[in-house]
T-cell receptor
Framework: EDQVTQSPEALRLQEGESSSLNCSYT??????LFWYRQDPGKGPEFLFT???AGEEKEKERLKATLTKKESFLHITAPKPEDSATYLC???????????FGEGTQLTVNP | KAGVTQTPRYLIKTRGQQVTLSCSPI?????VSWYQQTPGQGLQFLFE???????NKGNFPGRFSGRQFSNSRSEMNVSTLELGDSALYLC?????????????FGPGTRLLVL
């Protein structure tokens, strides 16, 4: 059974203080690892899909990386508007569902 | 391009009633998935439809059902509502080109069961 574990559960940063969020996963065969951002009361906003170990993708202050067992979401010089819950999910090669982690709630203080 | 739309956005029902939620995917997307999000369980997969066929189903009771129409719009139905069905119901539409895939979520329908 696919499993996704995200850490930490919550993270408080000062504006400009860079950090990383972790997503560890267990899947029989990885089709893709997805990162989303979710603001309170809203649907998840798509950020990245990573497909193979060694792959990296960037978007503004965010950079996602992938290994065979985990993915990192690096946040460089965050701003208060980056405050949100960041969700990681995996899709296996033989399936069509996303299995989500519990998320990391990020708060960036000005 | 318009995003995934869901209606209604908010709904209040009482136990024992039934409810139907609607989802319109992004134009051109043929796959629609439904998820339930609660504080205790997080995001849980309900089912996926592709070209009007249910392709995959999550571990939910038979009270939860869905369908997809020829224009890719999808509905999900929950019968005999229970208090525990209170949740944010999210619809997602997928775009797949070769090995590349993106899955976009709608804003959700917030269901409260009293």
């Amino acid at each position: 059974e696919d499993q996704v574990t995200q850490s930490p559960e919550a993270l408080r940063l000062q504006e400009g203080e860079s950090s990383s969020l972790n997503c560890s996963y267990t899947v029989s065969g990885l089709r893709g690892l997805f990162w989303y951002r979710q603001d309170p009361g809203k649907g998840p906003e798509f950020l990245f899909t990573l497909y193979s170990a060694g792959e990296e993708k960037e978007k503004e202050r965010l950079k996602a990386t992938l290994t065979k067992k985990e993915s990192f979401l690096h946040i460089t010089a965050p701003k208060p508007e980056d405050s949100a819950t960041y969700l990681c999910a995996v899709k296996e090669t033989s399936g069509s569902r996303l299995t989500f982690g519990e998320g990391t709630q990020l708060t960036v203080n000005p | 391009k318009a995003g995934v739309t869901q209606t209604p956005r908010y709904l209040i029902k009482t136990r024992g009633q039934q409810v139907t939620l609607s989802c319109s995917p992004i134009s051109g997307h043929r796959s629609v998935s439904w998820y339930q999000q609660t504080p205790g369980q997080g995001l849980q997969f309900l089912f996926e439809y592709f070209s009007e066929t249910q392709r995959n189903k999550g571990n939910f009771p038979g009270r939860f059902s869905g369908r997809q129409f020829s224009n890719s719009r999808s509905e999900m139905n929950v019968s005999t509502l229970e208090l525990g069905d209170s949740a944010l119901y999210l619809c997602a539409s997928s775009w797949v080109t070769g090995p590349q895939e993106t899955q976009y979520f709608g804003p959700g329908t917030r269901l409260l069961v009293l």
